[in-house]
């Protein structure tokens, strides 16, 4: 028998997986699929305006956003775990992508999902990519001193960041989340932290719905409140079948 195929999903922060992937962390477990989130940071000092406000120290504000976090991933069927390495700003380090390759050698990914190497509105993203794609080439290399067999080379996609036309991003999939997109808001309802996000990413939802139909063929049977994530392929599709 087969193991199940695996998602790694790296987050930069302890929301990010949940608006930008959680439609395809839902889709992955109920096809009894495994789904590995790892965050990066809590959020804690850029996204949790609204503790702070509320005059919560530094560590209550990682608790929140930790139990807001493990509940969301809950909610998707999806392991996580939490690196606390700060944010705003994610410092990369050598330390942080030896833990990641230690992650990648663990899950033994199929598909990865992470951020687009650009945001000019939030730094911390781009370096959580970029540690994520450098710690998938290590993690491949034979003598590279970590534990585990030597990966293959699982393909990357990026998900969408919260200003598209910013950050490069030209969505070349579209992801037909329709089945799941009710685990995916239930997620996202975990994160009371960044309520202003629920509606935005559910607006944004149905738009990729639209392109999703529009690109899909007239001969799908797409239902008519079709919902979709959209990324971007890193490496190219091999295929001996063009579809």
């Given at each position: ?141 034979i003598g590279y001193d970590a534990p585990g067999e030597p990966l293959g080379a699982p393909p990357v996609f990026f998900f969408e960041p919260h200003q598209p036309e910013q950050c490069d991003f030209k969505p070349d999939v579209l992801l037909d989340i329709t089945p799941v997109f009710g685990a995916k808001r239930k997620a996202m309802e975990c994160l009371p932290a960044q309520q202003h996000m629920w509606d935005y990413y559910t607006d944004l939802a149905r738009r ?36």
């Open positions: 028998m087969t193991s199940p195929r695996t998602l790694l999903v790296i987050s930069a922060h302890a929301g990010d997986f949940v608006w930008r992937a959680g439609g395809a962390i839902a889709l992955a477990t109920s096809r009894g699929e495994r789904a590995k989130v790892v965050c990066l940071s809590y959020g804690e000092r850029g996204e949790s305006a609204k503790a702070w406000r509320a005059g919560r120290t530094l560590q209550e504000i990682k608790a929140i956003r930790r139990e807001e976090a493990e509940h969301a991933a809950a909610a998707l069927g999806a392991e996580i775990e939490f690196l606390d390495a700060g944010d705003y700003p994610l410092v990369e380090s050598r330390e942080l992508v030896d833990r990641l390759v230690g992650v990648y050698r663990e899950v033994v990914p199929d598909v990865v999902l992470t951020h687009p190497m650009a945001d000019p509105y939030n730094g911390d993203h781009p370096a959580a990519a970029r540690m994520a794609l450098q710690a998938r080439v290590l993690a491949q290399a990729r719905g639209v392109q999703l139909k529009r690109n899909a063929g007239p001969n799908l049977g797409l239902a008519h409140d079709t919902i979709g994530e959209a990324y971007m392929r890193l490496y190219p599709q091999v295929t001996d079948v063009l579809s």
